[in-house]
């Protein structure tokens, strides 16, 4: 079975700083990695993913994601956020094996931009 | 217009009410999905279904029940054995990981 953790549950930064959403997650298996954004009252929105290959991953709206296999996390990063920038980011871990692979979401983190 | 449709966007449901919950997609794909939202506790898997006529319960099914008859609908019936039912709803469709999310259900229980 796999767990995520999202280490902060809110994180507020100012406008045009750069942003690190933390995520760790617990497998005994080979895993893919994702993460999804969601803005108030909508569905969620795939912003990357980890298949294999490089390690860094770049996504939709400037963010991307680094895996770690050795400390099991993958955090997702922004250089310079706006107020835009401001919803719920998901990260979310998923097994290799074939067919039926859940996926197991982390509990978000409230990412809050002022100006 | 394409992608996946929920409705209503708002229910409010009496106790003791069975309520369905629509999800329509017109992307072709044969996986679509049910998750509840609460806060803090991210999404769990209500129900999934690989292929017409067939489904899988996921980690809370008790309470709800699905069905899928046609490839293009999934709809959710949350009855009334559901003690907790007051959450946002949210349809999926593809294969697992590769998701595309509908907008979602608030259901109010009153």
């Known amino acids: 079975a796999q767990s995520v953790t999202q280490l902060d549950s809110q994180v507020p930064v100012f406008e045009e700083a750069p942003v690190e959403l933390r995520c760790n997650y617990s497998s005994s298996v080979s895993v893919y990695l994702f993460w999804y954004v969601q803005y108030p009252n909508q569905g969620l929105q795939l912003l990357l993913k980890?298949?294999?290959?490089?390690?860094l991953v770049k996504g939709i709206n400037g963010f991307e994601a680094e895996f770690n296999k050795s400390q099991t996390s993958f955090h997702l990063r922004k250089p310079s956020v706006h107020i835009s920038d401001t919803a719920e980011y998901f990260c979310?871990?998923?097994?290799?094996?074939?067919?039926?692979?859940?996926?197991?979401f982390g509990q978000g983190t409230r990412l809050t931009i002022n100006p | 217009d394409g992608g996946i449709t929920q409705s209503p966007k708002y229910l409010f449901r009496k106790e003791g009410q069975n309520v369905t919950l629509s999800c329509e997609q017109n992307l072709n794909h044969d996986a679509m999905y049910w998750y509840r939202q609460d806060p803090g506790q991210g999404l769990r898997l209500i129900y999934y279904s690989q292929i017409v006529n067939d489904f899988q319960k996921g980690d809370i099914a008790e309470g709800y029940s699905v069905s899928r008859e046609k490839k293009e609908s999934f709809p959710l019936t949350v009855t009334s054995a559901q003690k907790n039912p007051t959450a946002f709803y949210l349809c999926?469709?593809?294969?697992?990981?590769?998701?595309?999310f509908g907008p979602g259900t608030r259901l109010t229980v009153l």
């Open positions: 979310a871990v998923r097994s290799r094996g074939q067919g039926a692979q859940k996926l197991v």
């Open positions: 999926a469709v593809g294969p697992f990981g590769e998701q595309f």
């Open positions: 980890y298949l294999s290959g490089s390690t």
